[in-house]
């Protein structure tokens, strides 16, 4: 007993680790104690000065009874740990304060929309399982699923769920990052030239939860997607949660690196689908309400049948219903609504319309085929071949869903659709031949980015 007395904290916590380390896996080690030291030893309590408050909270939660009991044995008496975080004692309670008065954890996010929470989002068919996943992963981070992805076409409420989970975390105190994939891009070039990549590591992998919007841009780029494999696998080995968001599936990701891809897949992968009439009612009456706007039903359902597919295009019509009839400095009603949406249509459409049968039309054009050829029973290689292909860009071009795209290419069926995405996804990793006929294809579908790009 005196000869422990006589070594420092510092000493014993050192024997300890290395007992510690035969008990806990490798990824654990090296992320929860490899920075942790031992500052003080006095009257039974033994303090531990970890890097971070996540730190500070795991080990609190997770290991403590491991850490005592090696202790214990070190110095033949009781012991209580303490974890102190930059000078300042810890102790992890959930919510609120400790019972020693000392502060829970505050947790840290970024970019997190607070007008985007569970209560504001409107459920439907097209959105159901997306939503519940996401709920049980707010509420059971790191263990329901994980990683979630969550993917559909653009303005479908992916970003939406994405932040409403960060909001549930952080009102948990759990340390949430919400960005996107070109901010986490953009930092990892900025860490590169800056010579900081040890302050970016530590970063991403010292929080709760990461949430990352529009996963499909970091497909292509090696050394970002790199380092985003070896942050997921350090997450992920120790229960964070992980939330990625994209406008296509894993396995219609052509650039996308296989070992990520198959990451992707692990935990589990839910749609959003255009919402239904009756959906989109629901969303008018919910953003009528927020902005405190009396507007009968038959008004709203005008506008509903209007705009279709997607929810900001629909904000946008009733806007611009609201707009229009406060000009005239009238109510709305549908026939100043009807005038509103056709004013605005009659301007034109704001961006280009990419329509499956345009898309049909693109294809059979690249192969020389007729467009009755492609949707109907030929099945000679050219054709199968383009006819998967046109298959695959209704999907990234489009908000249709795997049945509606079957209807388009002569009645197939979903699981014919799905196949065929699948192989097309991964033969244009490998066939230059594939993406030349898809950087054709998309130059005239694009005409105006396609000229931007050729320069």
Not at 1 to 23: C, D
Not at 96 to 108: D, K, L, M, V, W
Not at 123 to 130: F, I, P, T, V, Y
Request: proline residues 4%; charged residues 25%; hydrophobic residues 35%.
């Amino acid at each position: 007993m005196e000869a422990t007395r006589t070594r420092t904290p510092q000493e014993i916590w050192e024997t300890a680790l290395g007992e510690l380390q035969v008990q806990v896996s490798k990824p654990n080690y090296r992320t929860w104690f490899k920075k942790t030291v031992g500052l003080s030893y006095r009257d039974n309590q033994f303090i531990i000065g970890v890097p971070n408050t996540f730190a500070a909270e795991y080990l609190e939660k997770n290991q403590r009874s491991l850490i005592e009991k090696a202790l214990i044995g070190l110095t033949s008496s009781g012991v209580q740990v303490v974890f102190q975080v930059n000078g300042k004692p810890h102790r992890y309670q959930g919510t609120g304060a400790s019972e020693t008065g000392f502060p829970a954890p505050s947790p840290t996010y970024t970019r997190l929309n607070p007008k985007y929470v569970f209560d504001s989002f409107v459920e439907g068919n097209s959105n159901r399982l997306a939503r519940g996943a996401s709920m049980a992963v707010a509420q059971n981070p790191g263990h329901s699923y994980n990683p979630l992805f969550i993917y559909g076409g653009a303005g479908l409420g992916k970003t939406h769920l994405l932040h409403a989970i960060g909001q549930a975390a952080a009102a948990n105190h759990i340390n949430v990052i919400c960005t996107s994939a070109e901010q986490f891009t953009n930092e990892f070039v900025s860490a590169l030239r800056e010579k900081s990549t040890e302050e970016f590591r530590n970063k991403y992998r010292s929080i709760g939860m990461l949430l990352v919007d529009d996963i499909h841009f970091i497909g292509g780029k090696e050394q970002t997607s790199e380092s985003f494999f070896h942050t997921f696998n350090e997450l992920h080995n120790t229960n964070r949660q992980i939330v990625i968001t994209s406008d296509c599936p894993p396995k219609s990701m052509p650039l996308l690196e296989e070992r990520l891809r198959s990451r992707f897949e692990w935990g589990l992968i839910v749609d959003i689908q255009p919402p239904a009439f009756e959906t989109r009612l629901a969303i008018l009456h919910a953003k009528a309400r927020q902005r405190g706007v009396n507007i009968d039903s038959d008004v709203l359902e005008l506008i509903a049948r209007e705009a279709s597919g997607n929810i900001r295009v629909l904000e946008g019509s009733l806007n611009r219903v609201i707009a229009y009839a406060g000009l005239l400095g009238e109510a709305p009603t549908v026939d100043i609504a009807a005038r509103a949406l056709e004013d605005i249509a009659n301007k034109g459409p704001i961006e280009d319309t990419i329509t499956p049968d345009l898309i049909v039309e693109a294809v059979a054009k690249s192969f020389q085929l007729d467009k009755e050829e492609l949707v109907g029973r030929k099945r000679d290689k050219n054709t199968a071949l383009a006819r998967r292909l046109a298959m695959f860009l209704i999907r990234q071009e489009t908000n249709y869903s795997l049945s509606q795209i079957g209807q388009e290419l002569g009645n197939r069926d979903a699981a014919s659709v799905t196949t065929a995405c699948k192989k097309i996804s991964v033969d244009i990793t490998a066939s230059p031949y594939l993406k030349r006929k898809i950087r054709v294809i998309q130059r005239y579908l694009h005409p105006e980015s396609g000229s931007k790009a050729s320069r």
